[in-house]
């Protein structure tokens, strides 16, 4: 005989209340966290703590400030020049506007200081055969005034590998703003490259070059009308043999660059140059393998930026203007796929560059941008899926002296 | 078709976007799976909720909420109280999610369903409603009620009966009867012994017994 509390607990234990249609809602305005994007959830502490990695290993004080406090080894510049040519003293301004020549140095064996530090200067590009040639402009400006000159060539010793002025001194503000401005825009970078990837995006649309038609219209018994079809080959009766498209994922772009900067005063500088972007998709079938369709892009931006701030090591940089792009190739395999017309873009961009010498540096640039709409981008990829997004460039930077 | 040479640069590229790929492979089959209303599985439903994936919180919820309202109902004083006890259960456990341990279909009812216990209970606690009075007097001798009888009640009549129980009687007759624990786990729980926790537990039953006396009394008066 069934024990009366038994069915209590039978009639109990899979009770169900009905709730509301917006209990959900309600719950989660009054008990649930406000939402916040996902990336930038990483981004806030990531930007945390890139800055704080910057601010270490900016804020090490550089191997020649250490040494600014102990005695300088190279009498300065106007001491060589006035104990060669008289033993009265002439004051360094007056002496210095007189200066036109100076004789290059006799051979590279000589010069052990430069070959490691190459100088602002630009008569250490002379050939080392070129004993006499008069170099103008030895001294060009007050930066250069105030380092110590190797006692056997006369030549300023720099350790400013920038072609900008350096912003960058004792005080630590400075030094603070270097750090901040630098992990702000590494970090941006670094998590951009690394956070966007993982947030490839999964699309709904699918592009005309791939929509075929449906399995109904191709199988007129078929169940699964209105499907997103593919072509994946010939049967051996010749006939074309479809397969279902699951999902499209596309994938964040993968860019690299050549780029010049061309100084046009202190602060200011006109960038251009080429970048390379390869655009990945990935085409989910039902049964035969995934398709991946690759999009190649050659673009060439005109941009105006200001130096944020300059150290001997790094630049950091900011500005805006515009991106050429053009669709150099595209495939995908099994699809007539077209290309796109040449685009244009609107770009704002941060940058951080290290300066490897004088005019050859390593750039890391987070960009945004905004493709001007036009109807000849026939291409389904991460672009036309986000008009406005967010990338990454790292290249190779020359540098032209101002 | 592809040629050989063709599949193996396929797949060199495939390493260009492979954080991707690995990732597509752990997570996003489940989320296609949810956004097409696909039926997935309670570990990966919970790990989905652990990365603070609202479709799979809301898909948890829509799963779990109503029965869940109903266990609360039974130890809070009615249904709204009861509905507020659900909701801090559900953003608890959404809090707690990391500490859930699958082990096997049901595991996460039973997980919720404990975590919704606890707290009716220090619920209870707190506004000091859980003092179970220790009674010298008999127990009433009332005869249990038939088995049919009980399963003719409606459920919402029912659900009042239990509702209508004291505190401490109504809260030890769910966790013994209906929730399955022993009497050792309720006295740990509620702080008492395991033979006041047995004698409580007679009494809900007789006070149980009476009310479904009484109410098929009343039942049979109308029909009279």
């Not at chain 1, 970078?189 to 690394?194: E, V």
């Not at chain 2, 009620?145 to 769910?174: C, G, T, W, Y």
Request: glycine content about 6%.
């Amino acid at each position: 005989m069934e024990d009366w509390i038994d069915i209590v607990k039978e009639r109990l234990q899979d009770a169900q209340e009905t709730l509301p249609p917006d209990d959900w809602e309600e719950f989660e305005a009054s008990s649930l966290p406000v939402r916040r994007p996902r990336a930038l959830l990483w981004l806030i502490p990531g930007l945390a703590v890139a800055a704080g990695l910057a601010a270490v290993l900016l804020l090490q004080k550089p191997e020649h400030l250490e040494n600014e406090s102990q005695p300088v080894l190279a009498p300065p510049v106007s001491q060589v020049l006035a104990d060669d040519v008289t033993e009265d003293a002439i004051p360094v301004a007056e002496l210095l506007s007189t200066i036109s020549v100076v004789r290059a140095p006799k051979n590279r064996e000589a010069q052990p200081v430069m070959d490691e530090a190459p100088a602002m200067n630009t008569n250490q590009a002379e050939p080392s055969g070129a004993m006499e040639t008069p170099v103008k402009q030895a001294i060009p400006d007050t930066a250069d005034r105030q380092h110590p000159a190797h006692p056997s060539t006369g030549s300023p010793v720099t350790p400013t590998e920038s072609p900008f002025i350096p912003l960058r001194g004792k005080d630590p503000q400075v030094n603070l703003k270097v750090a901040a401005a630098a992990g702000g825009i590494v970090g941006t970078g670094l998590l951009t490259a690394l956070i966007v990837p993982l947030t490839a995006g999964k699309s709904n649309t699918v592009p005309p070059y791939i929509r075929q038609g449906s399995l109904r219209e191709l199988l007129p018994n078929g169940h699964l009308g209105g499907d997103t079809v593919f072509p994946i080959g010939n049967d051996d009766t010749g006939q074309t043999r479809y397969d279902l498209l699951k999902e499209s994922t596309h994938y964040f772009p993968l860019q690299v660059g050549l780029s010049t900067r061309i100084p046009i005063s202190e602060q200011l500088s006109f960038t251009t140059g080429l970048t390379y972007s390869l655009y990945c998709s990935k085409y989910t079938m039902t049964v035969t393998r995934d398709k991946w369709q690759r999009v190649h892009y050659l673009g060439i931006p005109i941009r105006l930026d200001r130096t944020i701030v300059s150290t001997d090591r790094f630049d950091v940089y900011a500005g805006g203007g515009f991106l050429g792009d053009i669709c150099l190739k595209a495939t995908l395999p099994g699809a007539d796929i077209p290309t796109d017309r040449p685009s244009l873009s609107l770009i704002g961009a941060g940058g951080i560059q290290m300066n490897a010498t004088k005019r050859l540096g390593f750039y890391l640039e987070p960009e945004l941008s905004w493709r001007i709409p036009a109807r000849d981008y026939p291409l389904v990829t991460y672009r036309s899926e986000h008009p406005v997004m967010v990338s990454v460039t790292a290249g190779i930077r020359f540098n032209l002296v101002h | 078709m592809p040629s050989e040479t063709g599949r193996k640069w396929e797949r060199t590229e495939i390493v260009v976007p492979f954080l991707a790929v690995i990732r597509e492979n752990l997570r996003y089959k489940v989320e296609e799976k949810l956004k097409q209303g696909l039926n997935i599985g309670e570990k990966d439903l919970a790990a989905l909720c652990v990365k603070g994936d609202r479709s799979a919180m809301r898909e948890l919820y829509n799963r779990y909420a109503a029965r869940l309202s109903a266990l609360c109902s039974r130890y809070a004083n009615g249904a709204e109280e009861g509905k507020d006890l659900m909701h801090d259960t559900m953003a608890k456990a959404f809090r707690k999610m990391g500490q859930f341990r699958y082990r096997g279909d049901g595991s996460l009812y039973s997980w919720l369903s404990r975590m919704a216990v606890n707290l009716a209970i220090d619920r209870l606690r707190k506004e000091g409603r859980l003092g179970v009075p220790v009674s010298k007097e008999a127990i009433p001798d009332i005869p249990d009620p038939p088995a049919e009888e009980v399963r003719s009640i409606p459920l919402p009549d029912l659900q009042a009966m239990i509702a209508a129980l004291p505190d401490s009687k109504r809260v030890v007759f769910n966790m013994f009867c209906v929730d399955g624990f022993s009497h050792r786990e309720i006295a740990e729980k509620l702080g008492i012994t395991e033979k006041t926790s047995s004698s409580t537990l007679a009494r809900a039953k007789k006070t149980l017994s009476r009310m479904i006396e009484e109410y098929k009394d009343k039942q049979d008066g109308r029909l009279d």
